[in-house]
Structure formats: structure tokens, C-alpha cells
Nanobody, 125 residues
Framework: QVQLVESGGGLVQAGGSLRLSCAAS????????MGWFRQAPGNEREFVTA????????LYADSVKGRFTLSRDNAKNTVYLQMNSLKREDTAVYYC??????????????????WGQGTQVTVAS
């Protein structure tokens, strides 16, 4: 089992920044791809970004390229999502996920086995 706990969401003005954290625990974390997905009201859950635990092959959705950065702290078993230049359309619940190791990381939410509880990000204009 892998347990994921997100934190760092909140309310921010358009153009601002937030950093989300996802603390992972459980066995063999290094054998998983780690990713972030988001879901806005009335929408399906969508891919944001993902990499494997070594940080190789990071993928970003086109909508966040150049604004969001995925990183990790291996010692803390934690991944971070730095979100800059936030837009109203970034408003959603953000979920951290762990999935089977694949290269490149899978963008389908169905391929991720473990999920955090989600953290709300609200961008006000």
C-alpha cells in the first residue's frame, strides 16, 4: 500500500503562486510514477503532470507548461507542484497519485493505483 497526503492548497489571486506538497509513505515508493491530476466542478479528472521517482521523463499538460514545475525530495518521500502565474481556469481540486512505473509516465488517471484525498486550489480574478 502507498499512502499519499496532499497539502498546500488555498485561495490565491490570478497571477499568484502556490506550492502543493504530496507526502508519500509505504513500500517501494521508488517503483512508482508520481503525478498530479485535477478536477474542476462538472469536469472529468484531468492530467496535470507526472514523472517517475527518479525524475526522468517529466510530462506536463499543455495548459500548464511553463507555469507549473514538478519536483521531489527523495529524503522526505515528498513531491511538490510549484504553480506560478495561476489563472482562474486552474481552479480545481488537485490530487496526487502514484502509478505503476512506466516510461514515459502515463497520463491516464485509470493507470494510477493510489490517490491522495485532494486539496482545493481556488484562483480569484
Amino acid at each position: 500500500q502507498v499512502q499519499l497526503v496532499e497539502s498546500g492548497g488555498g485561495l490565491v489571486q490570478a497571477g499568484g503562486s502556490l506550492r502543493l506538497s504530496c507526502a508519500a509513505s509505504g513500500r517501494t515508493i521508488s517503483n512508482y510514477n508520481m503525478g498530479w491530476f485535477r478536477q474542476a466542478p462538472g469536469n472529468e479528472r484531468e492530467f496535470v503532470t507526472a514523472f517517475n521517482w527518479d525524475g526522468v521523463g517529466t510530462l506536463y499538460a499543455d495548459s500548464v507548461k511553463g507555469r507549473f514545475t514538478l519536483s521531489r525530495d527523495n529524503a522526505k518521500n515528498t513531491v511538490y507542484l510549484q504553480m506560478n502565474s495561476l489563472k482562474r481556469e486552474d481552479t480545481a481540486v488537485y490530487y496526487c497519485a502514484a502509478g505503476r512505473l512506466r516510461m514515459p509516465p502515463d497520463v491516464r488517471s485509470s493507470e494510477y493505483d493510489y490517490w491522495g484525498q485532494g486539496t482545493q486550489v481556488t484562483v480569484a480574478s
